[in-house]
């Protein structure tokens, strides 16, 4: 396949370094609060870059972190520890937030059909390596002690802008704009590796080390958690492109100068989800959870269909409209492919593989999965039977991961369900999934059979102000939400 690899700014053939397994590495949540949508969109991403991998043959050892110590509120070190910001707000320890938290993250994967890394290590169970890192660092002279802490010096290497043009004045101005400057650095560009002077007393996660009670920066735990379960060499680094700098730009320096050679080969970065006032954050605007898609009526999937019509490194414009759009799409896919008629036939092999080598062009080319969706419809068309479509739709899915079979089985066993009923004079409800509202059009239906239809009406009233719809149909009725 073909990628782009920030670090050359070029789309570059992807030749792993050891064919028999390609390692690749993403940063992992901050668990001090919920992921947002525009978070997840690069989780998403990922996921389709490690499926496609497979899918295309190689075996994928893939490892994600997750930041539960020393990520501040200021990506260049200043400010308030993110997780005991979490702490204060809920009046919890720092640990049962980073619990809470990493399990909604992973809920919320779920949700999006996002496969859980073969490694997840949570930050602070790597002290011992940070310290090793740290120790050696020390040694060949690219890091020094000041004012207790441990810094990185920039100084000392040849190149260290990797992903971008900054300058001294840029980052100046980035500095300015932080919380406080740290007057310790010798260079602005240097980062703490080890903290042990906190100017809040009351860091709830302390450990020893050859420098002082204390806990580590943010950018060691990755090159700490990624050479011990990945090694010397990285294959594809992955993330969102606001950790580009000065996140990756720091791993990329403190792991080199410890290791004494190149480490990454290829650096992936997933850009901005954007609403129509800019990027997408925690503290503005409507916070966008998956729980609030949900509690909206929206199927989590909807959302990662949204994200695949579009190209990894565009920003994407979220609004409720472009999301009513994609779902809409996206239901209407699911009934296509529910008409289809499983085992009609035999699978026509040959048309399975050129529908293959079609889809492995298209997603092959950067992640182009807008061009993978193209594939899905592109399936529905081929001139063959239906068992041959399914078949083709169902290996797709394997990178796409939109259930898209398990939707339109269900589906079809929902709408065979309400013909039986039918057939026996019955009244059926179909819906959007809901036992509560089902239950109302339900009533409803009862009181107009009972020609009860001032019940009846007072009903639909009470569901139109919830936003459902409803049309009679021969034997029940549908509701939607508009
Ligand atoms: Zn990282």
């Given at each position: 396949m073909y990628l782009y690899n920030s670090a050359t700014h070029k789309k570059e053939e992807f030749v792993p370094r050891d064919p028999s397994l390609v390692k690749m590495y993403t940063c992992g949540p901050t668990v001090y609060h919920y992921a947002h949508i525009g978070n997840l969109r690069s989780y998403i991403m990922e996921d389709v870059l490690e499926k496609f991998l497979r899918w295309e043959g190689y075996p994928v050892k893939r490892v994600m972190n997750i930041t539960?110590?020393?990520?501040?509120?200021?990506?260049?070190?200043?400010?308030?520890d993110k997780m005991l910001k979490g702490a204060r707000r809920e009046h919890k320890t720092v640990m049962e937030i980073a619990k809470f938290y990493t399990d909604a993250f992973f809920a919320d994967c779920a949700d999006l059909n996002i496969k859980t890394p073969d490694v997840v290590e949570p930050a602070t169970r790597c002290i011992d390596e940070y310290i090793a890192i740290i120790t050696r660092l020390l040694e060949k002279g690219y890091a020094y002690q000041a004012g207790g802490n441990v810094y990185f010096?920039?100084?000392?290497?040849?190149?260290?802008?990797?992903?971008?043009?900054?300058d001294e004045e840029d980052l100046a101005v980035g500095v300015r704009e932080s919380v406080e400057e740290d007057g310790?650095?010798?260079?602005?560009a240097d980062f703490v590796l080890?903290?042990?002077?906190?100017?809040?007393?009351?860091?709830?996660l302390k450990w020893d080390s050859p420098w002082g009670v204390g806990y580590p920066g943010w950018h060691i735990e990755c090159s700490g958690i990624s050479i011990k379960h990945l090694?010397?060499?990285?294959?594809i680094h992955c993330g969102g492109?606001?950790?580009?700098?000065p996140h990756h730009t720091n791993e990329i320096a403190q792991s080199e100068a410890y290791l004494g050679h190149p480490w990454c080969r290829y650096w992936m970065h997933v850009h901005h989800l954007n609403t129509s006032d800019g990027k997408m954050s925690k503290s503005k605007g409507e916070f966008l959870t998956v729980s609030l898609l949900k509690e909206k009526g929206y199927d989590p999937l909807a959302y990662r269909f949204f994200c695949l019509q579009?190209?990894?490194?565009k920003a994407l414009v979220f609004s409720w409209e472009n999301l009513d759009n994609a779902a809409g799409a996206y239901r209407k896919l699911i009934d296509r492919i529910a008409a289809l008629r499983p085992a009609?036939?035999?699978?026509?092999q040959g048309a399975v593989e050129e529908a293959k080598a079609r889809f492995d062009k298209a997603v092959g080319n950067d992640l182009n999965t807008s061009m993978g969706i193209t594939a899905l419809y592109d399936a529905l068309k081929v001139k063959t039977n239906d068992a041959t479509k399914l078949a083709i739709l169902d290996s797709f899915d394997q990178v796409l991961s939109l259930s898209l079979l398990p939707k339109a089985a269900a589906v079809r066993a929902e709408q065979e369900k309400v013909k039986a009923v039918q057939a026996q004079g019955g009244y059926t409800v179909t819906g959007e999934g809901d036992p509560d509202i089902d239950a109302l059009v339900r009533a409803r239906g009862e009181a107009k059979k009972a020609k009860n239809f001032a019940e009846a009406d007072r009903i639909r009233e009470e569901l139109k102000q919830q936003g459902i719809e409803i049309t009679d149909v021969p034997g029940g009725a549908v509701w939607k939400r508009i």
């Open positions: 539960d110590v020393g990520h501040l509120a200021s990506d260049a070190d200043t400010g308030e010096d920039t100084s000392r290497l040849e190149r260290y802008y990797i992903f971008n043009d900054h310790n650095k010798r260079n602005k080890w903290f042990t002077k906190s100017k809040f007393e009351d860091q709830a090694g010397e060499y990285l294959d492109i606001d950790n580009a700098f579009s190209h990894y490194r009609d036939g035999p699978v026509d």
